[in-house]
């Protein structure tokens, strides 16, 4: 299965950009990245997710790299309510319609004033 | 209505009790999950229901019961649970299907302390 590396702890300044770098070295071509964010003691909300191309939405940017490799999930101002632990997916290729997600091991993310 | 519904969102229970989890969306979403999380780490899977039918057990103990009563519901029975099965009990759905990437939508989670 695919996996994925992530550094344990960032820090960013309010309004700065945030960058979460995510290493995915083993991912097959069909099997997409996610990135959710879990706030103390909630459930994980979605960010963004993508297969080979960079997306955008309201929330964030997400770059993959052209070997598909690594991908970076971009905050563009970071905010105080952007602390969270940020977790980068592998969703895995799977018999039928069975998709499974393998987590990293997530980032915390502290946005400090 | 883009929500996933857990109850109970705390629960206390003894080795001996049976109870519940509960889990509710209407989002027409055809694939629902259960995962447990513990303290400082990511998710892990315990089940996946694809079309009402459980399509994935990640060799959970047999105390954890699923059940997918219908589209929309999904439900965890609890029985002679231990202490170290005290966790965050999220649940997720999804719409399946191969192709292009579909987001996967969390409850709030159930707080469950086995004492």
Known sequence: ?113 | DTEVTQTPKHLVMGMTNKKSLKCEQHMGHRAMYWYKQKAKKPPELMFVYSYEKLSINESVPSRFSPECPNSSLLNLHLHALQPEDSALYLCASSQPGRGSGYGYTFGSGTRLTVV
């Open chain 1, 1 to 113: 299965d695919a996996k994925t590396t992530q550094p344990p702890s960032m820090d960013c300044a309010e309004g700065r950009a945030a960058n979460l770098p995510c290493n995915h070295s083993t991912i097959s071509g069909n099997e997409y990245v996610y990135w959710y964010r879990q706030i103390h003691s909630q459930g994980p909300q979605y960010i963004i997710h993508g297969l080979k191309n960079n997306e955008t939405n309201e929330m964030a940017s997400l770059i993959i790299t052209e070997d598909r490799k690594s991908s970076t999930l971009i905050l563009p101002h970071a905010t105080l309510r952007d602390t969270a632990v940020y977790y980068c997916i592998v969703r895995v290729a799977g018999a039928g319609n069975n998709r499974k997600l393998i987590w990293g091991l997530g980032t915390s993310l502290a946005v400090n004033p």
